[in-house]
């Protein structure tokens, strides 16, 4: 059994839905104080009413604040925020992320920013900004969303995706480092195919296809990367640094199509 989390103030970057809204929905279960973030206000009032529901059960609490992760200041006032509302931060998911697909040759300077800018500065300014707090709080954990997109598989459209969820993993490394002093922890956690709303508008034949490809058969589903941030969280991963966590149902497992083919004949 591991120690509860019950009572801690964990942020969650980009939670107004998607993998995001999982973890969330994950801490506030466990009875965690979340502050969720995004730039959709009317997604956010409707994921924090919803998550509210669990956390009248957990003991639990759930708010949310607006603003882009790509702004430095944001990041700033999203930690204060988390210390007038929960008293500190714990745990920092430095979650927020976009996947717009573009070929490298028709790829602009723009696109390139953009991704950059969200994913690679987002991430890095959600950890600098919490690290006083985290550093206070004795057991500071940051779990930063990558992805097996980039650190270990290639989809055209997505050279530039795929290169700022490497960086990710290159910034995770030295920051691992940096922060151990300071009692706090630096994982990521690496998710394949997930289910989330935006799938569903991709038809059934995609998912058909795509759960083709996964030896445990399924896609994941949100409160799986959820429940994997919850575990770097604990007490008892407290010795754990710097490292990448796979969850993808095997994805990235089968050398060729045969090699699934044969294990399902
Ligand atoms: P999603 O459904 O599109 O949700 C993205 C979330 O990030 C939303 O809550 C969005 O909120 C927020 N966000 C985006 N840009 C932001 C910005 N500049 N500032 C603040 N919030 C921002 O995406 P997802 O699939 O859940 O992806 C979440 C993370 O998982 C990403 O880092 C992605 O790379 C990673 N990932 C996803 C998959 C997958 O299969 N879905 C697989 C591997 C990795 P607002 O719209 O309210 O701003």
């Given at each position: 059994?591991?120690?509860?989390?019950?009572?801690?103030?964990?942020?969650?970057?980009g939670a107004?839905?998607?993998?995001g809204?999982?973890?969330a929905?994950v801490?506030v279960?466990a009875?965690?104080?979340v502050?969720?973030?995004?730039?959709?206000?009317?997604?956010?009032?409707?994921?924090?009413?919803?998550?509210?529901?669990l956390?009248?059960?957990?003991?639990?609490?759930?708010?949310?604040v607006?603003g882009?992760?790509?702004?430095?200041e944001?990041?700033?006032?999203?930690?204060?925020?988390?210390?007038?509302?929960n008293g500190?931060?714990?745990?920092?998911?430095?979650?927020?992320?976009?996947f717009p697909?573009?070929?490298?040759?028709?790829?602009?300077?723009e696109d390139?920013?953009?991704?950059?800018?969200t994913?690679?500065?987002?991430t890095?300014?959600?950890v600098?900004a919490?690290?006083?707090?985290?550093?206070?709080s004795?057991?500071?954990r940051?779990?930063?969303?990558?992805?097996?997109?980039?650190?270990?598989?290639g989809?055209?459209?997505?050279s530039?995706?795929?290169a700022s969820?490497?960086?990710?993993l290159?910034?995770?490394?030295?920051a691992?480092?940096?922060?151990?002093?300071?009692?706090?922890t630096?994982?990521?956690?690496?998710p394949g195919?997930?289910a989330?709303?935006?799938l569903?508008d991709?038809?059934?034949?995609?998912r058909?296809?795509?759960?083709a490809s996964?030896p445990l058969?399924r896609?994941g589903?949100?409160?799986?990367?959820?429940n994997?941030?919850?575990?770097?969280?604990?007490?008892?991963?407290?010795?754990?640094?710097?490292?990448?966590?796979?969850?993808?149902?095997?994805?990235?497992?089968?050398e060729?199509?045969e090699?699934?083919?044969?294990a399902?004949?």
């Amino acid at each position: 059994m591991f120690t509860s989390v019950a009572g801690r103030s964990v942020i969650v970057t980009g939670a107004t839905r998607g993998i995001g809204k999982g973890i969330a929905r994950v801490f506030v279960r466990a009875g965690a104080n979340v502050l969720i973030t995004g730039r959709d206000e009317i997604a956010a009032d409707k994921t924090a009413d919803e998550l509210a529901e669990l956390g009248r059960a957990s003991g639990g609490s759930v708010s949310y604040v607006l603003g882009d992760v790509a702004s430095r200041e944001f990041c700033r006032s999203m930690a204060e925020t988390a210390v007038e509302r929960n008293g500190g931060v714990d745990v920092l998911c430095a979650n927020a992320g976009i996947f717009p697909d573009v070929k490298l040759v028709d790829m602009s300077v723009e696109d390139l920013d953009r991704v950059f800018d969200t994913n690679v500065k987002g991430t890095i300014f959600a950890v600098q900004a919490c690290v006083p707090e985290l550093s206070k709080s004795g057991r500071g954990r940051v779990v930063v969303t990558s992805s097996i997109t980039g650190p270990i598989t290639g989809f055209p459209g997505w050279s530039h995706y795929g290169a700022s969820k490497s960086a990710q993993l290159g910034f995770m490394h030295t920051a691992a480092i940096e922060l151990a002093p300071m009692g706090i922890t630096v994982n990521a956690v690496l998710p394949g195919n997930i289910a989330t709303e935006g799938l569903a508008d991709l038809g059934s034949d995609y998912r058909a296809t795509m759960e083709a490809s996964i030896p445990l058969g399924r896609l994941g589903e949100v409160d799986d990367i959820g429940n994997a941030a919850l575990f770097l969280a604990t007490q008892e991963a407290g010795f754990i640094t710097g490292q990448e966590l796979i969850v993808d149902g095997g994805q990235v497992l089968p050398e060729t199509l045969e090699a699934l083919q044969l294990a399902r004949a």
